[in-house]
């Protein structure tokens, strides 16, 4: 193996047909040396990780000598060039209809354009097929030589409308390879052939000939029955299931489409100067200050430093009522905002933007595969080769147990036709589809089928209470300095210390004590201790702020009527933080944090799904089960005072009494948890290291969303589980049908369609999910 390191890219591949197809190309690329692929029928989309070593130009060599195309996606598109003007009428309706280039960094299904030429080739066979079924099924129509016109019409069928199938059946035959199109060309040229010598060097040319398939008995004559109407019939049938797979799939697609068209096109720019100028919005880079009136799209993810207004992000969270915002609030590229001029100045622009990356996650989690795909993948990469010695054994066996040609023939056609691996392959990848973009409109984001496969397992649910429980906004409620100290050196000196730290509790102290105290003085030496609390210099004086132990740890002990206001605080349910300089206790600063108003309703649903919750936290006892009662989690589910390194070992604890464990998080504490964790779920507002973790992204903080979320990704597992068992059932109940001779191969022809096409329509259904 390689030690080179590792590319990742994507690949569109064209010339695919079947699960018989993606299974081949995904298992060459596999046997190349520090190959890693995945192949996907739906998307028409490989995605590879290789060793650089290895280059690009041997994966898309690999590819097309198996008789397929492959050509790298671009991620990223150029803006096109815009004249630069400036902006004359603040009222202009510039509300971004269309994508920037930052937005495409994904592409839409390789089928969304598929039914346009299928579409053609299918409405034209479908005249011309139509006439040869009535004439060949009712005898009444049968004139002199009606034949003949049949012959005129389902040639066309057969050659031009089946080109498509023979042309790939001929590219894998030159590869040694057997696809679906093998069964469909050999089929219908078989009966095409069957007649044409029929009508030539047999009798069924004659003048006065009435005889159709499907009245034909045991024992008639071989060299007068034709089966023109099967050839046509089942190239028409089968266009019409490639026709309705083709559109579909598009649907399947379409909100992952719908997000990467929902950025905005172009920006105001503020320049220097304080004039405003119109520019694409990709060309956007962090630092910039761009101006967004009502109406318009934020163009990319950036904080309010001028302004007010309330902000409509719907398409991105699933949330219907605007949130209001001002100066230091942070906007997300792609929201609308709602009322009020704003000034945004962009922190995040490109491909690291949330909308940029929902798209990622989506359609990363639309190119993986299922555990359960992979054996129907393992299936069909030997099925179409059964398929056709199916077919020649029950030619042989028929004719060999005395039986005629012509019913012998028949059975060897109907098997041919009947059979589908095409469901198989689109068994996951619809659902997929349609689950992940169904779940990006309710803005919930899933990895990956894995994160499906894990739901299922799931019994118990651990909740983080801070930022997903509650609010995470922690503010600062009481002050008790001890005796001779003073209130504001008390707030000035634990503010300074807290403001350098980002835990929420330090920022609730920090602005709470600018808010009371003035300015606060700057830190040295500044110390975070995890879990425990914060050190640092402050004009001269070493002060601690934090939990208890942080004390206990450094030898100092608290005074008893600072004691007593510690106990009192967390009797209900705030934090206490303890503030010391120069070795000797100062005073109890109160921070509580508020409970989310849907966090009680979230916590009834979850229960509604089988799952026990459990509160984990690092806060105090009695803060935990004020916040656990609040919600209605039973006293006997809180962990309390657990340090941020514990929190993966209580995940593991449960895990080894046999529980199947989820975990939802949001903060970088949180991270290692949320990965330990069976099933992870991170808040979209929590941290970037969370949101990597998780398996499920809720891109609002609203913990009800964990709750669609389990219910979407089991409900998109069981459709996933529904298609294969169809897929597999189909064929398992149909083959044995088609080599007995009972079904026409017309008529298997069009049930093949039907295979397919119910399976691409159920997983459609996730779209209407709730």
């Not at 100045?345 to 990622?360: C, H, S």
């Not at 799904?609 to 690092?618: N, S």
Request: with cysteine; aromatic share 4%; charged share 20%.
């Amino acid at each position: 193996m390689t030690d080179a390191p590792s590319t990742e890219t994507d690949l569109a591949i064209g010339g695919m047909t079947c699960a018989s197809c993606s299974a081949r190309i995904e298992r060459k690329l596999n046997r190349l040396e520090g190959v890693t692929a995945t192949v996907n029928l739906a998307t028409e989309k490989a995605k590879v990780s290789y060793a650089a070593d290895i280059g690009l130009d041997t994966l898309i060599q690999t590819i097309t000598k198996l008789g397929y195309t492959a050509e790298p996606i671009i991620k990223a598109r150029p803006e096109p060039e815009v004249e630069t003007s400036p902006v004359r009428d603040a009222g202009n309706g510039a509300t971004g209809h269309d994508a920037p280039a930052d937005a495409n960094t994904a592409e839409a299904p390789a089928a969304s354009g598929a039914a346009t030429p299928i579409g053609r080739r299918l409405r034209i066979s479908a005249v011309l097929t139509a006439p040869v079924i009535l004439l060949a099924m009712i005898p009444a129509l049968q004139f002199d030589n009606w034949q003949w016109l049949s012959l005129t019409l389902a040639a066309p069928v057969v050659v031009w409308g089946g080109l498509p199938f023979h042309r790939a059946a001929w590219t894998n035959a030159r590869h040694g390879a057997a696809t679906m199109d093998t069964l469909v060309s050999l089929g219908t040229l078989a009966a095409f052939g069957w007649s044409l010598w029929a009508l030539l060097l047999g009798d069924a040319g004659m003048p006065g000939m009435r005889h159709g398939f499907t009245f034909v008995t045991e024992g008639a004559d071989a060299s007068s029955t034709i089966y023109l109407e099967v050839a046509s019939g089942v190239v028409t049938f089968i266009l019409v299931g490639r026709y309705l797979e083709a559109r579909a799939k598009r649907s399947a697609g379409a909100a992952l489409r719908a997000l990467l068209e929902l950025g905005a096109k172009d920006v105001a720019l503020l320049t220097p100067e304080g004039t405003e100028v119109r520019v694409p919005a990709g060309r956007l880079a962090p630092g910039d200050r761009f101006v967004v009136r009502p109406g318009e799209k934020i163009a990319t993810d950036g904080t309010v430093v001028e302004g007010a207004g309330a902000v409509d992000a719907s398409v991105l969270t699933g949330e219907s009522v605007p949130m209001d915002v001002t100066v230091g609030d942070s906007v997300t590229g792609a929201t609308v905002n709602a009322g009020g001029r704003l000034v945004v100045e962009a922190t995040r622009v490109g491909a690291d933007t949330q909308l940029a990356r929902m798209a990622k996650l989506v359609e990363d989690a639309q190119t993986g595969k299922a555990r359960v795909q992979r054996l129907a993948d393992r299936v069909s990469a030997v099925f179409v080769p059964a398929v056709v010695a199916l077919a020649l054994g029950t030619l042989l066996v028929r004719l060999l147990a005395g039986g005629d040609t012509t019913t012998a023939f028949g059975s060897a056609v109907a098997v041919l036709i009947i059979a589908c691996p095409c469901a198989l392959g689109l068994a996951t990848p619809t659902a997929l589809m349609a689950g992940t973009g169904r779940g990006a409109q309710l803005g919930i984001l899933i990895k990956g089928p894995e994160a499906l496969e894990n739901t299922r397992a799931v019994d118990t649910i651990v909740l983080d209470k801070t930022g997903t429980v509650t609010t995470g906004r922690m503010t600062l409620l009481a002050t008790h300095p001890a005796d001779g100290v003073d209130e504001k050196d008390l707030l000035r000196l634990a503010g300074a210390v807290e403001h350098a730290s980002e835990h929420p509790v330090a920022r609730a102290v920090a602005a709470g004590a600018a808010d009371r105290a003035g300015e606060l003085p700057p830190v040295e030496d500044f110390a975070a201790v995890p879990g425990l609390g914060v050190r640092g210099t402050v004009e001269g004086r070493t002060v601690l702020v934090g939990r208890e132990r942080l004390f206990v740890d450094a030898g100092i002990e608290l005074p008893p009527a600072l004691a007593t206001a510690r106990r009192a605080a967390e009797a209900e349910g705030g934090t206490a933080v303890t503030v010391a300089w120069d070795g000797v206790a100062r005073g109890v600063l109160t921070v509580t944090d508020a409970v989310k108003d849907t966090s009680a309703r979230a916590v009834t649903e979850l229960r509604a799904l089988g799952l026990t919750p459990i509160l984990l936290t690092g806060d105090n006892r009695a803060a935990a089960a004020a916040v656990a009662q609040a919600v209605g989690i039973d006293p006997g589910q809180v962990i309390a005072e657990v340090l941020p390194q514990d929190k993966v070992d209580v995940i593991r604890q449960l895990q080894a009494e046999g529980r199947g464990v989820a975990m939802a998080g949001d903060g970088v504490n949180d991270a290692a948890a949320l990965a330990a964790a069976d099933l992870g779920l991170a808040m979209g507002t929590g941290t970037d290291a969370a949101i990597e973790a998780g398996d499920l992204t809720l891109v609002r903080g609203d913990l009800r969303v964990a709750a669609d979320a389990i219910r979407l990704s089991r409900r998109t597992l069981a459709t996933i589980k529904g298609n294969l068992c169809w897929a597999f059932g189909y064929n398992v109940a149909a083959l044995p049908l088609a080599a007995a001779g009972l079904l026409n191969p017309m008529i298997a022809g069009a049930a093949m369609a039907f295979s397919s096409v119910f399976v691409v329509t159920n997983s459609l259904r996730l779209r209407r999910f709730i």
